[in-house]
């Protein structure tokens, strides 16, 4: 078993920036491919990023346009997602995901389906 813990959401003007993490504990040793979604209010769950077990390949929703980049630490079974030129669009529940599998690619990092683990989330808000 393996849980998943976000944090460093909170409150951020636009066009500020923040920084994720989301902390894996327990069965870590076949931790895979990770992804960032999101939920915005009275919208459904949305792809943010994703990076495979060895940092080698890395993905992002086409709203990303450069302004987030993930990474990863496995040494200390944490991954972050930075985010910069953050607008008020982008408010939302961000939530991590840990997949079994290390490397998917592009179709299959974008489902939630690839994903076993499910953190509870951080809040983003981001004011105008």
């Known amino acids: 078993q393996v849980q998943l813990v976000e944090s460093g959401g909170g409150l951020v003007q636009a066009g500020g920036s923040l920084r994720l993490s989301c902390a894996a504990s327990g069965r870590t040793s076949s931790n895979g491919a990770v992804g960032w979604f999101r939920r915005a209010p009275g919208k459904g769950r949305e792809f943010v990023a994703a990076?495979?077990?060895?940092?080698?390949?890395?993905y992002y929703g086409d709203f990303v346009k450069g302004r987030f980049a993930i990474s990863r630490d496995n040494l200390k079974n944490t991954v972050y997602l930075q985010m910069s030129s953050l607008k008020p669009e982008d408010t939302a529940v961000y939530y991590c995901?840990?997949?079994?599998?290390?490397?998917?690619?592009?179709?299959?990092?974008?489902?939630?389906?690839?994903?076993?683990?499910w953190g509870q989330g951080t809040p983003v808000t981001v004011s105008s």
């Open positions: 995901a840990l997949s079994n599998t290390f490397y998917l690619n592009r179709n299959l990092v974008t489902s939630e389906a690839s994903y076993f683990y």
């Open positions: 990076i495979n077990r060895n940092a080698d390949e890395a």
